[in-house]
């Protein structure tokens, strides 16, 4: 998941450089849900909620099908278990990723014909 969220930064700076402008990904895409779950399972380094919580994340070897997360809750000390397909958020990311890229490009066309 770093690698993509390295990549996700590449893209938002490639746009600022070519477009002119901060390009933003909206509440609920796939873009956004593949960094907040990034950050959740690994945390934050500038947003970490000191104490609060801590996660343990595994897989099963061989397959990004089935992630499972442990997180547990200091308040109210609670431990929940949750999974989620990586692979299937990550197809979803590509075609969102790929119309970014479109975007970049057609503004490149327009400036550079």
Known sequence: M???????????????AVVGH???AKGGSAWQELRDKRNLC????ANR??????TFMGRRFGSHDQITYELYDAHTKAITHS???????????DTEAG???GSILGAMCEKWP
Do not use: C, N, T
């Open 83 to 93: 999974s989620f397909d990586l692979r299937k958020m990550i197809d979803k990311y």
């Open 22 to 24: 901060k390009w933003a």
């Open 2 to 16: 770093q690698a993509i969220i390295i990549q996700q930064d590449a893209i938002s700076e490639l746009y600022i």
């Open 49 to 54: 909620r000191a104490g609060k919580q801590k």
């Open 99 to 101: 119309h970014v890229l």
């Open 42 to 45: 690994a945390g934050h380094p």
